[in-house]
């Protein structure tokens, strides 16, 4: 089982700028999908961005060209830089690793958007 590990949620203001951070176990990380969901009080979790093995990414059209989703295979890590942050995107965001057959999700990390 893959160990998922996020970080660098905080509290920003309106138009501010975060950086997050999900940090995955094992000596295959280069083959792993990895996935970013998050889910804002009373609402339903919700896929954010994905990034494939071929660095290939895809996002959720309210976070397209605001978030950027990149991954370091040697630090065994996957950052999502999130900038014009708005009060919407208040949410605990989760990162989601898939390997072959199996899926793996951390515990999530606190994102407030709030003046």
């Known amino acids: 089982q893959v160990q998922v590990v996020e970080s660098g949620g905080g509290l920003v203001q309106p138009g501010g700028s975060l950086r997050l951070s999900c940090a995955a176990s094992?000596?295959?990380?280069?083959?792993?999908?990895v996935n970013w969901y998050r889910q804002a009080p009373g609402n339903q979790r919700e896929w954010v961005a994905t990034i494939f093995t071929s660095g290939i990414t895809m996002y959720q059209d309210s976070v397209k060209g605001r978030f950027t989703i990149s991954r370091d295979n040697a630090q065994n890590t996957v950052l999502l830089r999130m900038n014009a942050l708005k009060l919407e995107d208040t949410a605990v965001y989760y990162c989601?690793?898939?390997?072959?057959?199996?899926?793996?999700w951390g515990k999530g990390t606190l994102v407030t958007v709030s003046s």
């Open positions: 989601n690793v898939i390997f072959l057959n199996s899926t793996s």
């Open positions: 094992g000596s295959t990380f280069s083959q792993y999908v």
